[in-house]
T-cell receptor, first 115, second 114 residues
């Protein structure tokens, strides 16, 4: 079965630290990749997405992610985190199975930024 | 543009009852997807509707069903509720059913089954 793996379930960083959250998916076919964020008390919001082209994609709030096809990875990065980045981060993949299936999500990474 | 809206926001039901959740997509969006979010299983895809037809379905029992109306609004129904159905149910809308479409999520309906 298709799956998405997020390696870190909980991450605690200090402000200004650099961030990298890992995401790997299991499917070798055509995929589109997403990172969503869920701030405390808010709904899921799109951070960034990759469909094709430049494998380094930039999203909102200074986040970026790199698609490495050979490693089936789509890691999220931010050079300097802020306290307001405290949230749950979800990697999601949409697979092409004759059409387009629903999003398959990782289990999420709970990020806490200490001031 | 108004975002995806879901009603009600909170629901308490007892085992064996049924429940209907409603979702209004972003104006112009014709595809609606439903997801279940639980602490143990995370976010799981339920089904997707486009033009009043179910286009994709996740791995959930037949107690979970849905429909879409001509104005793209969607409802999800869960019959014979079980304790394990307690979850946050999220609706997402997109312009169409396509790999190239981004899904935008609503705030969810939190269902508690007692």
């Amino acid at each position: 079965a298709q799956s998405v793996s997020q390696h870190n379930h909980h991450v605690i960083l200090s402000e200004a630290a650099s961030l990298e959250l890992g995401c790997n998916y299991s499917y070798g076919g055509t995929v589109n990749l997403f990172w969503y964020v869920q701030y405390p008390g808010q709904h899921l919001q799109l951070l960034l997405k990759y469909f094709s082209g430049d494998p380094l994609v930039k999203g909102i709030k200074g986040f970026e992610a790199e698609f490495i096809k050979s490693k089936f990875s789509f890691n999220l990065r931010k050079p300097s985190v802020q306290w307001s980045d405290t949230a749950e981060y979800f990697c999601a993949v949409r697979y092409s199975g004759g059409g387009a299936d629903g999003l398959t999500f990782g289990k999420g990474t709970h990020l806490i930024i200490q001031p | 543009k108004a975002g995806v809206t879901q009603t009600p926001r909170y629901l308490i039901k007892t085992r064996g009852q049924q429940v209907t959740l409603s979702c209004s997509p972003i104006s112009g969006h014709r595809s609606v997807s439903w997801y279940q979010q639980t602490p143990g299983q995370g976010l799981q895809f339920l089904f997707e509707y486009f033009s009043e037809t179910q286009r994709n379905k996740g791995n959930f029992p037949g107690r979970f069903s849905g429909r879409q109306f001509s104005n793209s609004r969607s409802e999800m129904n869960v019959s014979t509720l079980e304790l394990g159905d307690s979850a946050l149910y999220l609706c997402a809308s997109s312009l169409a059913v396509s790999l190239l479409e981004t899904q935008y999520f609503g705030p969810g309906t939190r269902l508690l089954v007692l």
